[in-house]
């Protein structure tokens, strides 16, 4: 389970990352691995580059975790790759289709991706043909995929049944995927995302550190929004949630305030009492939010499959 507003379950078939923009400065799950590298966790003992990465977070593929969803039998929203990023240049395509396999298995859930290389997810999902079979967009991804369900095959999943390529639509009706946009210096990802096959595509504007006036919701379908928190955090000016909220509500995107961080830049008055600029316990707590901000919406078809 996890304490993510947005969902319900976390997988985490691969582990490690490496820090590429200024929201990743002060990256929890960093922190996090190299706790859990203290104390003996066996996934958390490669160590990445210094310069990028930190102790027990170097990008690791683990096949033994690749079936854990397969043994789930009640629905759940599931965040992939929670302390890692699903596309990161490291993880090999082979083992992003075995993942993609398992995904398509089990229909039964929905899988929620959230990365910050979405031209990678781009490319590879939509995987245009160089064969000169004129092969739709996509067609030689699903073929690995189902080659992680063929029980001859080096690639192989253990208890996946052949056919997922006949049995599933593409893009994969259960599988979301977002990207992390933390300011207007990295509102070109969501040009990516819109290129990319999803079911949903959705945004995380977590942690939001500057304000996104060139965003393009247009082919988006869902928008979180969250400011910093822990140590160091940085300031959140309510002034750039209720920018995207307007954004958000311009074209019919589903808004999920998700908490408002550390520190805002702005006191407000809720039930007669003002609330000062500092406070986790508040940021976390949307009774203590103005009406306005206390958001928290899913995309159509989340509403609609509820």
């Known amino acids: 389970?996890?304490?993510?507003?947005?969902?319900?379950?976390?997988?985490?078939?691969?582990?490690?990352?490496?820090?590429?923009?200024?929201?990743?400065?002060?990256?929890?799950?960093?922190?996090?691995?190299?706790?859990?590298?203290?104390?003996?966790?066996?996934?958390?003992?490669?160590?990445?580059?210094?310069?990028?990465?930190?102790?027990?977070?170097?990008?690791?593929t683990h096949l033994d975790v690749l079936t854990e969803p397969l043994r789930w039998k009640k629905p759940r929203k599931v965040f992939v790759n929670?302390?890692?990023?699903?596309?990161?240049?490291?993880?090999?395509?082979?083992?992003?289709?075995?993942?993609?396999?398992?995904?398509?298995?089990t229909p039964q859930h929905t899988y929620q991706i959230l990365t910050k290389r979405p031209e990678r997810a781009a490319r590879i999902l939509t995987d245009l043909c160089t064969c000169g079979a004129g092969h739709p967009p996509g067609e030689?991804?699903?073929?690995?995929?189902?080659?992680?369900?063929?029980?001859?095959?080096?690639?192989?999943?253990?208890?996946?049944?052949?056919?997922?390529y006949h049995r599933s639509r593409w893009p994969l009706p259960n599988v979301w995927i977002g990207t992390s946009i933390e300011s207007a210096a990295y509102a070109r990802r969501a040009d990516a995302?819109?290129?990319?096959?999803?079911?949903?595509?959705?945004?995380?504007?977590?942690?939001l550190i500057?304000?996104?006036?060139?965003?393009?919701?247009?082919?988006?379908?869902?928008?979180?929004?969250?400011?910093e928190s822990g140590p160091g955090a940085r300031p959140l000016q309510i002034d750039w949630v209720e920018d995207l909220l307007t954004n958000a509500a311009e074209t019919a995107t589903a808004p999920f305030v998700k908490q408002l961080g550390s520190v805002w830049a702005r006191d407000w008055t809720v039930n007669g009492k003002t609330v000062a600029a500092?406070?986790?316990?508040?940021?976390g707590n949307p009774d203590h939010w103005p009406a306005h901000l206390r958001v928290r919406e899913y995309p159509q078809q989340a509403a609609a499959d509820a």
């Open 1 to 60: 389970m996890t304490n993510i507003q947005w969902t319900e379950q976390t997988w985490n078939p691969t582990t490690g990352c490496d820090r590429i923009s200024d929201g990743c400065l002060n990256c929890y799950a960093l922190s996090m691995a190299k706790r859990l590298k203290g104390m003996g966790q066996a996934k958390y003992q490669n160590d990445g580059d210094p310069r990028t990465s930190g102790p027990g977070f170097a990008l690791t």
């Open 82 to 105: 929670s302390m890692s990023d699903l596309f990161h240049a490291r993880v090999p395509r082979k083992f992003l289709a075995q993942v993609f396999a398992v995904m398509a298995a």
């Open 140 to 164: 030689h991804f699903r073929s690995s995929m189902e080659w992680a369900a063929t029980s001859h095959s080096p690639n192989y999943v253990p208890g996946l049944e052949h056919g997922i």
């Open 193 to 207: 995302l819109s290129n990319t096959p999803a079911a949903i595509r959705f945004i995380s504007a977590e942690p």
């Open 210 to 227: 500057g304000p996104i006036p060139n965003l393009d919701l247009s082919d988006i379908d869902w928008l979180i929004i969250g400011g």
């Open 278 to 283: 500092h406070g986790d316990t508040k940021a």
